[in-house]
Each structure stands twice: as C-alpha cells, then as structure tokens.
C-alpha cells in the first residue's frame, strides 16, 4: 500500500508537469440558445421559420449564417439580438436570459451590449453622418461627440461628418451604420447582409473593414449573408434550412 509521503510526491511531480491552467474550468459560451422556436401565420396557414435551434457562440467567435432565401436567416439573427421575442426557447447572453428581462431592460442591454448593422442602413436622413453615429448614446443618455467622431474616423469617414445620407454613396453609408453599430463598443456585433446592396469592391472593402474592427476589440461578429465566398473569412459556418441549424 502506498505511503502517504509516495502520494504527496506523485501529486507534487503532477503538478510539476501539468501546469495549473490545465485544470481551469471551461469557459461558457457568450451566446447560448436552447430550443428556439418561431413561426408565423399565413392566412390559414402556420410557417415554421426557426425549429428548436440550439446554439453556442464563444467570445469572440466570427460566426457567417448561410441559407437560401427564406430559411429563417434573418429571424434568428432578430431572435439572438432581442429584437424578435421567440414563441419557445430563451436566448442567454454572458449569462443574463435576454428574454426574461423587461422590454425596457432589454433595451438598456442591447444599447450597452450589442450594434446591429442592417443590409438598407437605416440612417436616419435629416440627420447629418455623426448626428446619426450619435444616436446610441444619446439613447443610452450620453451625448459623446468625440467619440461618435472616433467611431467615424475608424471607418475612415471623419471628413464627411456634417454630409447628410443622401449625399453619401452606398459604400459610404454603410461605414456610417458600422460606425453607429461600433459607438458603444458592443460586445456582440450582428451585421444582416451587410453588403447586400454594394458591388464587389465596396462588398470586400466593408467585410474587410468589420473583420478589422472586431478583432481589435475580440467582439463577437454574427453576419447572416448569401455569399459562400464572403463567409469563407468566419471562424464557422451555420447554414440553416428550413429553420434548423445543419
């Protein structure tokens, strides 16, 4: 039988050998989802758009969703960005259940915690392009100029600050959206077909630009798009059919 002092110098050569943060617990995923579910109706008709999703996103991760038109894309970003509340399922994000919390408290987190950029921009055309990266804030009750002048600058687009929309290209309307998606510096950044509606060069120029940005921050990158090429530069591909994950 062995020694007690034999035991004592095993586990001390044990620990020699294997360092201490090889007994580190696992870090948990910053998005998780269980058994999302949402349908819509047509007519008479119900249309399953999201069927029992279950999900892990780690900090960090660059994740592309991929799938033909209709497959329920676009919902289950909506539904992990709390913007479309799920019939079934919770969406939890670094541990808070997103969907337990109040309309008003959801607001509050996804303002602090996450940008989203919209495949059509969605600025607001009487505001100037840093009246419109301002927004944010000034719905968090901040009212941080130079900051909005940073987030522009970082998207190479600080001498056009006081243009309005309509005088600035496609291209340069959607560095606008990214700065105001980027202002708060999210943790999450959920992009919908973020070059949907720009030729290949502008296309290139802005993923190339979202790959940048979040690498500097380690921001989680979610990006549903159509293009298998674009998707290629993710750190995983989730192509969902049907309102399943493949």
Known sequence: MASIQSIIDVTSISLFLYPKASYLPPV???IQT????????????????LEGVNLSINRGEKIFLCGPSGAGKTTLLYTLAGLE?????????????????????????????????????HL?????????????GAIG????????LAALSRVGLAER??????????GEQQRVAIAR?????????????????????????ILDLLLQLVSEKNTTLIVVTHDQAL??????VLTIKDGIIA
């Open 28 to 30: 948990p995923p910053l």
């Open 34 to 49: 269980t058994n999302l579910t949402r349908s819509y109706r047509l007519g008479k008709k119900s249309l399953t758009v």
């Open 85 to 121: 509340t799920p019939q079934a399922g919770n969406v939890t994000i670094d541990g808070v259940d997103l969907y337990a919390l109040s309309r008003a408290a959801q607001s509050r987190f996804r303002n602090q915690r996450i940008g989203y950029i919209f495949q059509n921009y």
């Open 124 to 136: 607001l055309p009487e505001l100037t392009a840093l009246e419109n990266v301002m927004v944010p």
């Open 141 to 148: 009750g901040k009212h941080h100029h130079d900051q909005a």
């Open 161 to 170: 600050a006081d243009h309005l929309p309509a005088e600035l290209s496609g």
């Open 181 to 205: 998606a980027i202002v708060n510096e999210p943790d999450i950044l959920f992009a919908d077909e973020p070059t949907g509606n720009l030729d290949s060069h502008n296309s290139a120029a």
């Open 231 to 236: 998707a290629r530069h993710g750190d995983r």
